[in-house]
């Protein structure tokens, strides 16, 4: 069992910068996948990003290349968002999530997801 926290979402102006932390709890978080979904109003949830254990797994969905960064601190159980450079479009609900793979969290699939954190880039 994984319990999922995010925090860090508000209100910034384009061409700001937000990190976005999620607190896990529960003893399978150093053994799961760890990532980043979206969800704008009227839309459907999307990926952002996932990681394993290492930084070199970080994986990205293309839009989010070079802007976004993921990462993770395993001593504190805590993964975070990096944001660059945002753009009204990036506003949405943020949802941290666990998972068992890389692969199939891009695809969705999720065994546990935080309450969600509001981001709104304003123009």
């Known amino acids: 069992q994984v319990q999922l926290v995010e925090s860090g979402g508000g209100l910034v102006q384009s061409g700001d910068s937000l990190r976005l932390s999620c607190a896990a709890s529960g003893r399978s978080f150093s053994s799961s996948v760890m990532g980043w979904f979206r969800q704008a109003p009227g839309t459907e949830r999307e990926f952002v990003a996932a990681m394993g254990w290492s930084v070199d797994s970080a994986l990205y969905a293309d839009s989010m290349k070079g802007r976004f960064t993921i990462s993770r601190d395993n001593a504190k159980n805590t993964v975070y968002l990096q944001m660059n450079r945002l753009k009204p479009e990036d506003t949405a609900v943020y949802y941290c999530?666990?998972?068992?793979?890389?692969?199939?969290?891009?695809?969705?699939?999720?065994?546990?997801w935080g309450q969600g954190t509001q981001v709104t880039v304003s123009s």
């Open positions: 999530a666990a998972g068992s793979t890389r692969m199939t969290m891009r695809g969705g699939i999720v065994n546990y």
